[in-house]
């Protein structure tokens, strides 16, 4: 079974910060690296992060620097910790396996960051 939720997106000033949170389900997590994903309005969707199931970690030169990701692998979670947001930052985040391995999206969550 493939399960995807997403968490934590809400309305914040540019400035600010927001921690996104996903959990999985057991066997997609657990054999995959995860990734962070987002789409703006009128944009195609676009990896921001990605971590590998040993924690290396790779980011989008537009965020490196501001956003960290982490996983919780007794969890089955992956953390996406946005600092610094800016307005650009606005978005449907979602995450996924890294590659997407899965024809399937969960809800995503909305970050809406105000200028």
């Known amino acids: 079974q493939v399960q995807l939720v997403e968490s934590g997106g809400d309305l914040v000033q540019a400035g600010g910060s927001l921690r996104l949170s996903c959990a999985a389900s057991?066997?997609?997590?657990?054999?995959?690296?995860m990734g962070w994903y987002r789409q703006a309005p009128g944009k195609q969707r676009e990896l921001v992060a990605a971590?590998?199931?040993?924690?290396?970690?790779n980011y989008a030169d537009s965020v490196k620097g501001r956003f960290t990701i982490s996983r919780d692998n007794a969890k089955n979670t992956v953390h996406l910790q946005m600092n610094s947001l800016k307005f650009e930052d606005t978005a449907v985040y979602y995450c996924?396996?890294?590659?997407?391995?899965?024809?399937?999206w969960g809800q995503g969550t909305q970050v809406t960051v105000s200028s």
């Open positions: 996924n396996t890294r590659p997407l391995r899965y024809d399937y």
């Open positions: 971590i590998t199931r040993g924690g290396i970690t």
């Open positions: 057991g066997s997609m997590f657990s054999m995959n690296a």
